[in-house]
């Protein structure tokens, strides 16, 4: 969603000196800190991040989709959750079993009740010809100490009347009664779901606004109700991004209304269309940040990437979704045992959710052995819900940082993308420990210990990814850098105005339309979005000359808000125009506000001007908010603006 300056919010000419540049400058501000009505940078004063739904940690578990796809049936769903219980995968945390597509038959005439297809869930025949429930089914499930999640489609239609036509549990009967989805029956299908059936999970496809097009071959021939497309699949701008949100929006509201209590999980399926990477953490629990994975290693790259630079966009109760596990099948399956470990680990540093997805009642010993790793499960589901930070970046390796806690411990991967052996040198500065003491690193494959100080030269074989704890002494002894805790951040304003799409998404052969398509273009919107140690665009930090290591790259008109629970006692960040800004001409200002008061702020910079340390005095705030006001022209491009080695310290007056 687009944020607009307001009339309220109107700027005021004022003439002055500008740092480096030493050039008069006419600039145009908004009045300083005014909470003018509307105005989206304004400080909030509170924590705005979402608290819905429960998933304080990333779902773990198990889903029907990549195993059976439609073919789903009661056995193999127990069949699952029983192999959980019983090889201590739930006891590890993965207690979600999940129905993906497949499960329904119709909505019935009359009163719009859906039908369960009982010939592949029995227990669902609960009296009667018409009368079905999923209850016996969420009891067993329950009393095995499980949860049970739902799928539906938040269009008319869902995704396997549309992709798998060939499939046998398709909806049946008249078009009214083949539209399962929720549009017109969104509280009657989540009470049924929620209050009736006793599910505690719910995926909510999009294929009903994107895929039954008017005059299309597949609504002609199949009969179905047409619908003009508010997801445009190959176009952002097309794409109705208000509307989509608003459906969504619907859904969580009901749902709250079905469980005040707030024991539900909302996972949204769009794909990463509809620039859902920037609102889905303000609307469910998980959204999908990607198209659908295939079991081959090109698409595990893709759907990684598409997720893995959204770190400040995730924490506890919101996470990027790069889609489900695929281990067991193709490039994943039992004679690819690096790919297995490589696929896992990353999803694990990135918060994914952790649903496998094979059938587990047939499964070998040796996935058991990855995806029951006790270690690389406790880092994905560490509570402070830190997002790995993607810390050296290439399209060869890449090393992610993940902080665990409030820093005292840190997981670190290396992940050779390629089909070479590439060396890695990881230094103690990666991990934003210092260089002239020892670091401990623990391998959570081999559990084998080893000691650097400075840096170690590792060779990581094909597509290999080695995870590692790593504990040493702190750059930062007496507080945490911000790109540190992503977890604690909630982008509240990212200052983008158009959505534009992520060039940085490895680009594969497509595996629907292989290379008769123009080529594999992501529609995934974000490029710009704020981001932990890189400028928005991805290029390193740096304001008039000086790099900075730490920070946190944004755009101005953006706010951030920061969590301190840990009860830091200061905020200091050195702060400027990028150097890297493709608007060089327009000043920004920066301001720091602690529960909704002006704590700290800079002159007018522009771009060359050093950067200023700022510094807050935060003691006993609850929400800092950092805000960038650039000038209201809505026909410039945004600014990109830095807080370098911006920190939170206990002590004022200490630092790095
Ligand atoms: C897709 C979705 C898959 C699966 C499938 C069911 O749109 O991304 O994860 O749910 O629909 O038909």
Redesign the pocket.
Known sequence: MKHRWTEAAQPKPLKLLCGSLAAAVTLIFAPVHAASPGDPLAAAGRWEGATNGSASTPPMGWSS?NAFRTEIDEAKVLGAAQTLVDTGLAKLGYRQVNI??GWWVKRRTGDGRLQIRTGIFPSAATGGPDETSFKPFTDKIHAMGLKAGI?TDIGRN???QA??LHSPNLPTGTTAEREVGLEGFVTQDINLYFKEWGFDYI?I?A?GLADFLPGSDLVKKQNYRAQEPLIERGSINRTDIKAVRERYEEVAAALQAARPGNDYVLSI?A?GMANVRSWGKDVGNLW?TSA?ITPSWTSMLHNFDSAAKRALYAGPGHWNDP??LHIGHGEFDVANPVEVRSHFSLWAMINAPLLVSYDLRNGPASFLEVIGNPDVVALNQDKAGHQGVITYDSDDAQIIVKTLGNGERKAVALFNRGASPAPVTLLAGHLKLSDSAPVTLRDLWSKKSTTFTGEKEIVLAPHETLVFEATGKRQLENGVYLSEIPGSINVAVDGTRQPQLDPTVHRMIDPWSSTRSGGSRPQYAGWGGAQADTTPYGQSLQVAGQVFESGIGVLSNSRLQVKNDAGYAELTASVGVDDSTENTRQPVRFYVYGDGKLLAESAPLAFGAKAPRLKANIRGVKVVELVVRGTKSDDALPVVATWGDAQLTRAAGAGI
Request: glycine content about 0%; charged content about 45%.
């Open positions: 989709w993906d597509d799928y869902a995704c396997s992709y798998d995926k496809d294929c399926c794909w999908r659908d889609d489900i």
